[in-house]
């Protein structure tokens, strides 16, 4: 091999590896089989989320999660492979990728990672029941307010008991 090949797949091994560093979550799938109609679709939903998918090759994968301090993920890199990387919204992957799988059988998660530690298949599963960002923070909020509307209820019916004290006296 000459050493321009191998200069370039170095680069490529270095933005695989800061991709791994920099990315939120990361889930890793074997999309061998899937329509280009499916292909198409299912990368338009990953990127109208924020994510990045990209099918690269193992031996790249494995150089570049060493690098990157993720051990545990070469069981992963078989076969064709597809890695989704999210920089910020940490369920975005796993939903997109897990709906989508159940219409699309040929659409296979294999693991992946969640905030740099190495996930199972289980754990990507459960991440992807989770509700987005926005319905997290919604039930955040709610949650929030619940005191408050309880105290503004209560001092209501201190409000309303008043007159009727009032009347009777």
Excluded at 55 to 77: M, P, Q, S, W, Y
Excluded at 91 to 113: N, Q, S
Excluded at 145 to 151: C, F, G, K, L, T
Aim: aromatic share 2%.
């Amino acid at each position: 091999m000459s050493e321009a090949v191998i200069a370039q797949k170095a680069k490529v091994v270095e933005s695989v590896t800061e991709q791994f560093k920099n990315a939120a979550s990361a889930v890793i799938v074997d999309s061998r089989g899937l329509t280009v109609a499916q292909d198409t679709d299912l990368r338009k939903q990953l990127r109208e989320a924020g994510v990045e998918l990209h099918v690269i090759k193992n031996t790249i994968l494995r150089r570049a999660a060493d690098k990157a301090g993720c051990e545990g993920l070469d069981d992963t890199f078989v076969g064709p492979t597809a890695v989704a990387f999210s920089n910020e919204d940490v369920v975005a992957p796993a939903r997109i990728l897990a709906k989508f799988a159940e219409t699309a059988d040929a659409l296979e998660i294999k693991g992946g990672l969640i905030e740099g530690k190495v996930a199972t298949l289980d754990q990507i599963n459960d991440l992807s029941k989770l509700p987005d960002r926005n319905g997290l923070l919604s039930m955040l909020l709610s949650v929030l307010q619940a005191p408050v509307r309880n105290v503004a209820y209560a001092v209501k019916a201190v409000a309303d008991a008043k007159p009727a004290e009032e009347a009777e006296a």
